[in-house]
């Protein structure tokens, strides 16, 4: 009978006139194959894989000049925004893999919406102060359907893999 045990040689052992064989280098070589396999699964990532989604933001085919892009994941516990950039281009890392729900919107840009009073609270010195400033939100400010800034109504999916990828969102006009 033999098995393979850590070591260089042959060896015999007696155990009550049963005589066994030890091949103690096939052993080595066993150990190291498993430990490599395990080595290769954990850094393929057995946890949990994260994906890097980078795109641009459409409306009626011109890119959106500002707002927010946000993944939900799709049991909703977990959610990532991102700035919309004056390209249109956004940036979410470290999204775990699997489909998002995906909602766009522009309403903070809104001069309207963002209006801040210029008076300081009681006791303290200055002004409140937005941000950004006004003219330059209002400038970047394109109205958008208010579906696409409610996860249940926008109608945007997307599936997330594991490491960098494109993915443009177009909204339909």
Same mark, same amino acid.
């Given at each position: 009978?033999?098995s393979p045990i850590c070591g260089s040689d042959l060896v015999s052992i007696n155990n009550n006139g049963v005589?066994?064989?030890?091949?103690?280098?096939?052993?080595?070589?066993?150990?190291?194959?498993?430990?490599?396999?395990?080595?290769?699964?954990?850094t393929l990532g057995c946890g949990s894989p994260i994906g890097t989604v980078t795109g641009t933001v459409y409306?009626?085919?011109?890119?959106?000049?500002?707002?927010?892009?946000?993944?939900?994941? /799709? $049991?909703?516990? #977990? +959610?990532?925004?991102?700035?919309?950039?004056?390209? &249109? @281009?956004?940036?979410?890392?470290?999204?775990?893999?699997?489909?998002?729900?995906?909602?766009?919107?522009?309403?903070?840009?809104?001069?309207?919406?963002?209006?801040?009073?210029?008076?300081?609270?009681?006791?303290?010195?200055?002004?409140?102060?937005a941000a950004t400033d006004p003219k330059e939100m209002a400038r970047r400010y394109v109205p958008i359907p208010?579906?696409? /800034? $409610?996860?249940? #109504? +926008?109608?945007?999916?997307?599936?997330?893999?594991? &490491? @960098?990828?494109?993915?443009?969102?177009?909204?339909?006009?």
């Open positions: 009978m033999s005589r066994m064989r030890l091949l103690l280098q096939q052993g080595v070589r066993g150990w190291i194959g498993l430990s490599v396999l395990i080595l290769a699964l954990f409306y009626k085919n011109v890119p959106l000049k500002g707002g927010n892009v946000t993944f939900v994941s /799709s $049991d909703k516990t #977990k +959610s990532l925004i991102s700035p919309i950039a004056e390209d &249109g @281009s956004y940036r979410i890392e470290k999204v775990p893999i699997g489909v998002v729900k995906v909602m766009v919107e522009t309403k903070s840009l809104d001069k309207k919406a963002n209006l801040r009073s210029s008076q300081p609270p009681a006791g303290m010195k200055g002004g409140n102060r208010s579906n696409y /800034s $409610d996860v249940d #109504k +926008s109608g945007l999916e997307y599936t997330v893999q594991g &490491g @960098s990828q494109t993915h443009d969102i177009k909204l339909p006009n």
